[in-house]
């Protein structure tokens, strides 16, 4: 790291960077995007196309981006669910797959007409290929879409990437061996042997030793994290060792913990220590921006970029539709991974180290990556008024008969007859529902996951997989007896389409709505709502009612109420 102009020592150094990432982070937050954009930017910013104080290559500065990048894989290992897998399984796996081949293709034939040699043409082309994890993950908990179907097929498909990924580097280190002396079938047959045998030794690891083990080190939760973070970086020396990659060890160490009931435990104490790792390999990948050639790499940029945000989600809305899902879910599922990777950053990192690209490509991947991640987090902030003013012009992605979805919304020959129809089956709704059912009334319950829909089929109950936020979905609901129509989901626009929604459809019974401030209920009360429920509030009132034995307070919204 060079030095910073008045400031001596590492350590010094070190606090003004922290300060600065924490400075350009929290403006970043403010404009809605993710802190990975912010890091870069930090790089190019204390870098030596702009104040100099970091060069890129202080090898403090790559230790700690190196022990980063094995935790990312680490979590990535941990947090691979079979149990989506199997769920979701056919159409992540048909649809991740068709995605990474023709957008690797398609990209491959643009950066060749472009000009890039081969070999460039293709580490960009694959790396246009792979979407964003930790962005798609955190933006859609943060809207609450993680569990919804589209949210479900979001994440399958990005585990079927990150797998590609995994393979990609394997191939990449094949290539780099088979340089040297050994043919390119000798050294493939030679890993794909070590990696049989090392597959063998996480299985007996998994089955045998870190079970026990584990268990007794769970009882000192700071043991149990420094044994994880000590168990992915030995791994990833194992992998390296092995001819495989770091990356590859680190993954393989989380997998073995994977089956273990500690998974969670681990994830969550080290996400955070890996978002600060990671830290330094962003901004040593913004410190090696050569801020006087963007101009010459930027056009491309931009058109890999539109290619990235608009052909891709295209391509994924394509196959998708093909499998017989609504154009609505698809066209949700392409806009939340229309973005490149922190993967595609690290495979173009992975490519620089052995020669096989130069600067000026890393830099073209690097700009791609700044440019789509960051419009995509207004993508997928807004997706839902994005399809629906698209909608008309997207009949040609869905089949007449959307069979996939079709399978999710009913069973086969069920004819609904209720008297409340609740959306979002969560605790809240599971309460409602118990209590309305013993009063009598029948309950039809609306859910976007549809594994729990599934579990509310299987305990005996009434269900219906859909959506409240989709406007088309309430025509679809036998809504001529139905008294009452429930939304839980506390979220002010949600609450809004569905009152439209049904009203277009011609709902003619009442309608209660979940919100938690009374801003948003005076808005939903003015759109119509004949109650607004406000569960923390209702519940905290009718407490100090209890406990003081006084009356309810006069203005407390009550319950929803039999007529």
């Given amino acids: 790291m060079a030095d910073i102009p008045a400031i001596e020592g590492v350590f010094n150094q070190f606090a003004i960077l922290l300060l600065v990432a924490a400075v350009i982070g929290f403006i970043g937050t403010r404009l809605k995007q993710p802190l990975v954009v912010s890091f870069i930017a930090v790089g190019i910013l204390v870098g030596p196309s702009a104040l100099g104080w970091v060069d890129g290559h202080e090898p403090m500065m790559e230790l700690l981006a190196e022990i980063g990048i094995a935790l990312l894989l680490f979590v990535v290992g941990l947090k691979l669910d079979l149990h989506l897998i199997r769920t979701m399984g056919p159409v992540a796996l048909v649809t991740g797959l068709g995605q990474v ?7 491959f034939l643009i950066a060749l007409a472009a000009g890039l040699e081969p070999v460039a043409a293709l580490y960009v082309a694959v790396a246009l290929t792979f979407s964003s994890t930790i962005i798609v993950v955190k933006l859609l908990s943060d809207k609450k879409e993680i569990d919804a179907l589209h949210g479900r097929i979001a994440v399958g498909i990005l585990i079927v990437q990150d797998i590609c990924v995994i393979l990609a580097m394997i191939l990449i280190t094949s290539l780099t061996a088979a340089e040297g002396d050994a043919s390119l079938a000798y050294e493939m047959g030679r890993v794909a042997l070590t990696g049989l045998g090392v597959l063998a030794a996480v299985a007996l690891l998994m089955r045998y030793v870190l079970p026990r083990l584990l268990d007794v080190l769970a009882r000192t939760p700071e043991l149990l994290v420094l044994f994880s973070i000590a168990l992915a970086v030995s791994m990833a020396t194992g992998g390296d060792m092995l001819g495989f990659s770091k990356e590859v060890g680190a ?34 990948l913004g410190a090696q921006l050569d801020l006087t050639t963007i101009g010459d790499q930027l056009g491309l940029a931009l058109l890999f ?25 698809g066209t949700l599922t392409g806009l939340t991974l229309a973005q490149i990777s922190e993967f595609s950053l690290i495979l173009g990192s992975l490519g620089l180290s052995v020669g096989h690209i130069d600067q000026e490509a890393m830099a073209l991947i690097t ?14 902030f807004y997706a839902r008024p994005i399809y629906e003013r698209l909608a008309p012009l997207l009949e ?16 086969p020959g069920q004819h609904y007859e209720a008297d409340v129809v609740i959306f979002g089956l969560g605790r809240y709704g599971h309460q409602l529902a118990k209590n309305f059912e013993a009063r009598g009334w029948r309950v039809l319950g609306i859910d976007f996951d549809p594994v729990v829909v599934a579990e509310w089929r299987d305990a005996g109950n009434m269900a219906h997989y859909g959506d409240a936020s989709d406007p088309e979905f309430p025509r679809s609901l036998p809504l001529g007896d139905v008294r009452w129509i429930i939304s839980t989901t506390p979220d002010r626009d949600v609450g809004g389409t569905l009152i439209n929604a049904l009203r277009a459809a011609g709902y003619q019974g009442r309608l209660a709505v979940t919100v938690h401030t009374r801003m ?28 003081t034995g006084g009356p309810d307070l006069p203005e407390r919204r009550n319950g929803v109420q039999q007529p």
């Fill in 101 to 107: 081949a023709l957008t690797a293709l398609v990209g």
């Fill in 251 to 284: 993954f393989l160490a989380g997998v073995a913990i994977a089956s273990t009931p500690y998974r969670e435990a681990v994830a969550s104490r080290l996400t955070a220590l890996r978002d600060f790792l990671l830290l330094f390999f962003f901004i040593s």
């Fill in 305 to 329: 970029s539109a290619f990235v945000l608009l052909v891709k989600p295209l391509i994924i809305l394509a196959i998708m539709g093909i499998m017989g899902y609504r154009k609505r879910t």
């Fill in 367 to 380: 700009l791609v990556g700044l440019i789509t991640i960051g419009v995509s987090t207004y993508l997928i």
């Fill in 396 to 411: 040609v992605f869905e089949r007449s008969t959307p069979y996939a979805e079709i399978a999710l919304d009913s069973q």
């Fill in 520 to 547: 948003d209920a005076e808005y939903l009360r003015r759109q119509g709502a004949d109650r607004v429920l406000m569960p923390f509030v209702d519940a905290a009132e009718m407490a100090v009612a209890e406990i």
